[in-house]
């Protein structure tokens, strides 16, 4: 499901229901998208590439915001041979460099949401609630108990508004840390 950039993508799969059967009714019942937790692994179109990770999918997002900076110095991780395997001891690179908040810069999710600024994470989070809604209005499919709400007031459709509202006032967390580029899925 794409965002306002090319590069914000949130994955959904589509499940396929079967019809209900003639003595219930006999109805077609249409399919419905849920949020794909699989990661790329499930994306016929990924490269994967175990030696070099995830894809980072906010490292864009990450270094536009211009208040944090990648280190210099990168480290290596010497990985083990399996034993009786014969194979020498190997070192892989990191692939990318180590990152932190510049001097007196604060890269927290809440303090972009205090600042009143929409961050590709809250706008990503936003689509992947709503997981195609309008869609499930067009097929009556939003039956559903009414929950309790611990004081929000959650609107039909979550926006990335009130996704940055929620996480500006402290009730939602998003756990996003500046080397973890990949975190969003």
Known sequence: MPGSRADLRVPMREIALSDTPAMFGNEKNPAFHVYDTSGPYTDPDAHIDL?????????????????????????????????????????FERLRPVRRAKAGANVSQMHYARKGLITPEMEFIAIRENQRIEALKEAHLLKR???????????????????????????AIIPNNLNHPRASR
């Open 51 to 91: 030696l070099k990770g995830l894809s980072p999918l906010r490292a864009r997002w990450i270094e536009e915001r211009g208040d944090n900076e990648a280190l210099s110095s990168h480290f290596r991780v010497h990985a083990p041979p399996r034993e009786g395997s014969g194979a020498r001891p190997h070192a």
């Open 145 to 171: 108990h009414p929950g309790e709400s611990y004081g929000a007031k959650l609107p039909g459709l979550i926006t990335p508004e009130f996704v940055r509202d929620e996480v500006a006032r402290g009730r």
